[in-house]
């Protein structure tokens, strides 16, 4: 309990010099939202500096990063001064509709990398192994950017999923298998992008550290013993080798906010990616502080997961 | 028999061909003591490999108990594997540093099946009693034992499935003196009560010309020499054997006029 405490505190303050950062980094970016309209003669210098002391952009900093931090407490995290409205309500359906798409990928990509790296690890060496590591390779060293436009160039040829977006128009119109079926249609090729980015790290982990256990001389024995190939993978190699594999569960957690930012942005997708390119654009600050605290929290989320599965699966950890 | 083992560049067309075992011709008399004897790198724990059929001969074939085991199909392998075990070297990494101690002297039952759970618990604490090891100890984890203590268990584990061959693959090296006289009493002991066969691999020529009947020894992949203990210490016919009871003493003198200086 102890440890639980300390490490909520721990995460409260990390949360807190980030934000600080935040601020302090998009102060010493050039320009601010109503820069634009200083351009536009039809407004005058006096109404820009009306509207930028009715959003409090003329006070000092510590100022504004006070406002902010009681806008936070309060639950609305700051106003997006494009949107007219809180933060919060804002980065809550992006998130969500970022959240569909990760998170589905990142499980997609774990469900593939496990059975297929237990079972090229075991046939170390062979050709089966080494035509996986050099697919491993050539993906790896293709940009996620390159994979996505390629998928689109054939989609944009053949019609046969919709080419960006997250639903069609009439979705409400459909049933609900209907909308499920368009929603995943729309899902396909996002999905598909993030797992083939995701899955050759995973792979090779995965692989890397089974083909390490299982040379270990307590595989030898348990094969002497005449276990069961099958047992042998999964009940005894897979938890020895799982450790490492945790440590990077819990960064695939810490990306799921903000590993699908690129792939969001060419396919159109309404998640957290392209209003943050808007928000950084257009230096609509509270909105990219908001979001960078986001994936800030699934940061630490993400290693917080990673240190309890480890103490759950891992009977040394508990002994300690 | 013959084992070679092949490694291709993924860059050339060149193969590194190791030649582990030429021609091995071992007979392993019953009941009886064999110690394998040669310098790093001769084969000696290949051959021991292909005795428990954790590799497979690429010529000739391992006869044991008048079957050809390595003709032998995955059942009829299931069948024969408890009969045939192995003791490595490394202690720390034979054991299974998530499992207890009672878990990992029930592996072997628990593998081949057939016993419910609190059978192989008890079962467990009367082996590790038989090694000399406590029973309240069963929840220890092998990181929680000394290194001595650790290849009680792994004899423990070998035993369990009552085997007639145990392969003891270095497994008195990196012990203490006397730890290792005590694993080896342990060892002498349980050879008489279940009427076990050993293959002792080692290079302490000095432990093999203690305890072993019959001595093996291994060059380059070829066995060159193998007679009784008094045929290979008192007259070793092959050049090598020679230079290994040589050296051995060489040390041997060497230890004992630095000894008397100090």
């Given at each position: 309990?102890k440890y639980?405490?300390?490490?909520?505190?721990?995460?409260?303050?990390?949360?807190?010099?980030?934000?600080?950062?935040?601020?302090l980094?998009?102060?010493?970016?050039?320009?601010?939202?109503?820069?634009?309209?200083?351009?536009?003669p039809?407004?005058?210098?006096e109404?820009?500096?009306?509207?930028?002391?009715?959003?409090?952009?003329?006070?000092?900093?510590?100022?504004?990063?006070?406002?902010?931090?009681?806008?936070?407490?309060?639950?609305?995290?700051?106003?997006?001064l494009?949107?007219?409205?809180?933060?919060?309500?804002?980065?809550?359906?992006?998130?969500?509709?970022?959240?569909?798409?990760?998170?589905?990928?990142?499980?997609?990509?774990?469900?593939?990398?496990?059975?297929?790296?237990v079972w090229i690890?075991?046939?170390?060496?062979?050709?089966?192994?080494?035509?996986?590591?050099?697919?491993?390779?050539?993906?790896?060293?293709?940009?996620?950017?390159?994979v996505?436009?390629?998928?689109?160039?054939?989609v944009?040829?053949?019609?046969?999923?919709?080419?960006?977006g997250m639903?069609s128009?009439g979705?409400?119109?459909?049933?609900?298998?209907?909308?499920?079926?368009?929603?995943?249609?729309?899902?396909?090729?996002?999905?598909?992008?993030l797992?083939?980015?995701?899955?050759?790290v995973?792979?090779r982990?995965?692989?890397?550290?089974?083909?390490e256990?299982?040379?270990?001389?307590?595989?030898?024995?348990?094969?002497?013993?005449?276990?069961?190939?099958?047992?042998?993978?999964?009940?005894?190699?897979?938890?020895?080798?799982?450790?490492?594999?945790?440590?990077?569960?819990?960064?695939?957690?810490?990306?799921?906010?903000?590993?699908?930012?690129?792939?969001?942005?060419?396919?159109?997708?309404?998640?957290?990616?392209?209003?943050?390119?808007?928000?950084?654009?257009?230096?609509?600050?509270?909105?990219?502080?908001?979001?960078?605290?986001?994936?800030?929290?699934?940061?630490?989320?993400g290693?917080?997961?990673?240190?309890?599965?480890?103490?759950?699966?891992d009977?040394?950890?508990?002994?300690? | 028999?013959?084992?070679?083992?092949?490694?291709?560049?993924?860059?050339?067309?060149?193969k590194?061909?190791?030649?582990?075992?030429?021609?091995?011709?071992?007979?392993?008399?019953?009941?009886?003591?064999t110690?394998?004897?040669?310098?790093?790198?001769?084969?000696?724990?290949?051959?021991?490999?292909?005795?428990?059929?954790?590799?497979?001969?690429?010529r000739?074939?391992?006869w044991?108990e008048?079957?050809?085991?390595?003709?032998?199909?995955?059942?009829?392998?299931?069948?024969?594997?408890?009969?045939?075990?192995?003791?490595?070297?490394?202690?720390?990494?034979?054991?299974?540093?998530?499992?207890?101690?009672?878990?990992?002297?029930?592996?072997?039952?628990?593998?081949?099946?057939?016993?419910?759970?609190?059978n192989?618990?008890?079962?467990?604490g009367?082996?590790?009693?038989?090694?000399?090891?406590?029973?309240?100890?069963?929840d220890?984890?092998?990181?929680e034992?000394?290194?001595?203590q650790?290849?009680?268990l792994?004899?423990a584990?070998?035993?369990?499935?009552?085997?007639?061959?145990?392969?003891?693959?270095?497994?008195?090296?990196?012990l203490?003196?006397?730890?290792?006289?005590?694993?080896?009493?342990?060892?002498?002991?349980?050879k008489?009560?279940?009427s076990?066969?050993?293959?002792?691999?080692?290079?302490?020529?000095s432990?093999?010309?203690q305890?072993?009947?019959?001595?093996?020894?291994?060059?380059?992949?070829?066995?060159?020499?193998?007679?009784t203990?008094?045929?290979?210490?008192?007259?070793?016919?092959?050049?090598?054997?020679?230079?290994l009871?040589?050296?051995?003493?060489v040390?041997?003198?060497?230890?004992?006029?630095?000894?008397?200086?100090?």
């Amino acid at each position: 309990m102890k440890y639980l405490e300390r490490r909520v505190i721990h995460a409260v303050l990390l949360l807190v010099g980030v934000s600080v950062l935040c601020f302090l980094f998009s102060d010493l970016a050039p320009g601010s939202f109503f820069d634009e309209m200083k351009l536009n003669p039809q407004i005058s210098a006096e109404t820009v500096a009306a509207l930028r002391s009715q959003y409090g952009l003329d006070q000092p900093l510590p100022v504004r990063y006070g406002r902010w931090v009681k806008s936070a407490v309060r639950g609305d995290w700051g106003y997006s001064l494009a949107y007219h409205s809180p933060v919060r309500s804002l980065l809550l359906v992006r998130a969500r509709n970022t959240l569909l798409l990760t998170a589905l990928a990142t499980l997609l990509a774990w469900l593939i990398a496990i059975p297929v790296g237990v079972w090229i690890a075991s046939r170390s060496g062979k050709w089966e192994d080494r035509l996986t590591l050099a697919g491993t390779s050539v993906l790896l060293s293709v940009p996620e950017l390159v994979v996505t436009l390629g998928l689109l160039y054939w989609v944009v040829r053949t019609h046969v999923l919709p080419a960006g977006g997250m639903i069609s128009v009439g979705f409400d119109e459909l049933g609900l298998w209907g909308k499920f079926r368009d929603l995943a249609a729309h899902l396909a090729i996002p999905v598909g992008v993030l797992v083939l980015a995701g899955l050759p790290v995973l792979l090779r982990h995965v692989r890397a550290s089974m083909v390490e256990v299982l040379k270990s001389p307590f595989m030898q024995a348990a094969r002497g013993h005449g276990i069961g190939r099958f047992r042998l993978l999964f009940r005894y190699a897979l938890p020895a080798a799982a450790n490492p594999l945790i440590s990077l569960l819990g960064l695939s957690v810490a990306g799921l906010l903000s590993g699908s930012l690129l792939v969001e942005v060419i396919m159109g997708w309404p998640g957290l990616g392209p209003l943050l390119l808007e928000a950084s654009v257009s230096r609509d600050i509270y909105v990219v502080v908001g979001a960078v605290m986001a994936s800030t929290f699934f940061m630490i989320l993400g290693s917080f997961l990673a240190d309890v599965m480890l103490v759950v699966i891992d009977p040394r950890v508990r002994v300690e | 028999m013959s084992k070679r083992y092949v490694q291709r560049s993924p860059f050339s067309r060149k193969k590194f061909v190791i030649d582990a075992l030429i021609d091995v011709d071992l007979e392993i008399a019953p009941k009886c003591m064999t110690a394998l004897v040669g310098e790093s790198g001769c084969g000696k724990s290949t051959l021991a490999s292909c005795l428990v059929m954790l590799e497979r001969p690429d010529r000739g074939g391992i006869w044991f108990e008048g079957n050809e085991v390595s003709r032998c199909d995955a059942a009829e392998l299931a069948v024969l594997r408890p009969r045939l075990q192995m003791v490595f070297q490394d202690s720390a990494g034979a054991l299974n540093p998530r499992f207890t101690a009672g878990q990992i002297v029930a592996e072997p039952l628990e593998i081949q099946g057939g016993e419910s759970a609190k059978n192989l618990r008890s079962r467990a604490g009367e082996l590790m009693e038989e090694v000399g090891l406590s029973a309240d100890w069963i929840d220890r984890r092998p990181l929680e034992f000394s290194g001595g203590q650790r290849q009680r268990l792994a004899i423990a584990r070998a035993i369990a499935l009552k085997p007639a061959f145990l392969v003891l693959d270095e497994s008195l090296s990196g012990l203490d003196l006397s730890t290792q006289a005590q694993i080896l009493n342990l060892l002498l002991d349980l050879k008489t009560v279940h009427s076990l066969t050993y293959l002792l691999i080692s290079h302490d020529l000095s432990l093999v010309g203690q305890i072993a009947e019959f001595v093996a020894v291994m060059h380059q992949g070829r066995i060159v020499e193998q007679g009784t203990r008094q045929e290979i210490f008192g007259q070793p016919q092959h050049a090598h054997t020679r230079d290994l009871l040589n050296s051995c003493r060489v040390m041997e003198s060497a230890f004992h006029t630095a000894g008397g200086r100090s």
